[in-house]
């Protein structure tokens, strides 16, 4: 979550290199720490050969083999080859705080980023570990769970990372006007999303 946030995020996403997988240092990594190149070069290999078929079915595998750090380089890769590829709507692009609302909106961190009609929209977990004994995804992680719109960030987003695609909806409850983005089904594969529409 922490990775994908600062991705998007304004400003310039900063790395120590070596943290490309898990880094559990209780301080600052010293970058004067010897990096295994060729362990994180074949890592992106394998990723890179997997990423050309199935997203959701290599995500899932990510997933159930979180500990080895794959699933981190993976939401890394993608974000910044996104945030690459669309330069204007990271430097130039407005950011807007968005709200969760729901069952489990405490451990919901969502914002989006909008240049013209082209918007970006982040969802990353907070205090997951208290969300569910499994992986925080899917509909009995997050149940009703949604992130809130209005008018503007409406429509369909495809996720960068899964390719599946997600639609925010009109609110259900009659007091409250605007649309909702359920995160159950935008974070079906993963723990985080990047959406995309435009």
């Known amino acids: 979550s922490q990775t994908l ?13 070596g943290t490309e997988s898990w880094d559990f240092s209780l301080v600052d990594p010293d970058n004067r720490r010897p990096v295994d190149y060729e362990r994180r070069k074949r890592l992106l ?6 990423g050309a078929g199935d997203l959701p079915s290599l995500a899932g595998d990510l997933l159930r083999s979180a500990p080895g750090g794959r699933i981190k380089m993976f939401v890394t890769t993608g974000a910044l080859k996104y945030r690459q590829n669309n330069r204007d709507l990271f430097e130039r692009g407005e950011y807007l705080p968005l709200q969760p609302a729901g069952e489990r909106e405490r451990h919901v961190v969502s914002f989006a980023r909008k240049l013209g009609a082209k918007t970006a929209v982040v969802i990353a977990t907070r205090f997951f570990m208290r969300l569910t004994s499994g992986a925080p995804v899917g509909r009995e992680a997050w149940g009703d769970t949604a992130v809130l719109m209005n008018d503007e960030l409406a429509g369909c987003y495809r996720d960068v990372f899964t ?3 997600v639609c925010a909806r009109k609110r259900a409850d009659g007091d409250r006007a605007g ?12 723990p985080v999303a990047l959406l995309e529409r435009g």
């Open 5 to 17: 946030l600062k991705i998007p995020a304004p400003g310039v996403p900063d790395f120590y290199q």
């Open 45 to 50: 290999d394998s990723l890179r050969d997997k």
């Open 163 to 165: 390719g599946k695609s």
């Open 179 to 190: 649309n909702e983005l359920p995160v159950a089904e935008a974070r079906e594969h993963l």
